[in-house]
């Protein structure tokens, strides 16, 4: 069984970091691409940052130079370092798992909220 467990959000001041944990299990994790995804109130789904099986990463333009998409392959983890939060980065934040695009699987998510 599939198993995506986000952890690490919570509320934060703008200006302030959080970092996003998702542990992949049932998976061989080292092949997957890992993806970051997130939904806004009344929004559709968007993508934060991808990273590959080989390292490769990309942003939505939006977070480029705040966040930092990076793996650890010997702890089936892929991590989300967000740091300059702003109050528009309220959401919850998915973790993605795909393979060859036959294989995609999805996390329940973590609720960022971002307010002073």
């Known amino acids: 069984q599939v198993q995506l467990v986000e952890s690490g959000g919570g509320l934060v001041q703008p200006g302030g970091s959080l970092r996003l944990s998702c542990a992949a299990s049932g998976i061989r994790f080292s092949i997957y691409d890992m993806g970051w995804y997130c939904q806004a109130p009344g929004k559709q789904r968007e993508l934060v940052a991808t990273?590959?099986?080989?390292?490769?990463?990309n942003y939505a333009d939006s977070v480029k130079g705040r966040f930092t998409i990076y793996r650890d392959n010997a702890k089936n983890t892929v991590y989300l370092q967000m740091n300059s939060l702003k109050p528009g980065d309220t959401a919850v934040y998915y973790c993605?798992?795909?393979?060859?695009?036959?294989?995609?699987?999805w996390g329940k998510g973590t609720l960022v909220t971002v307010s002073s």
């Open positions: 990273i590959t099986s080989d390292g490769s990463t």
């Open positions: 993605n798992a795909v393979l060859y695009n036959n294989f995609n699987y």
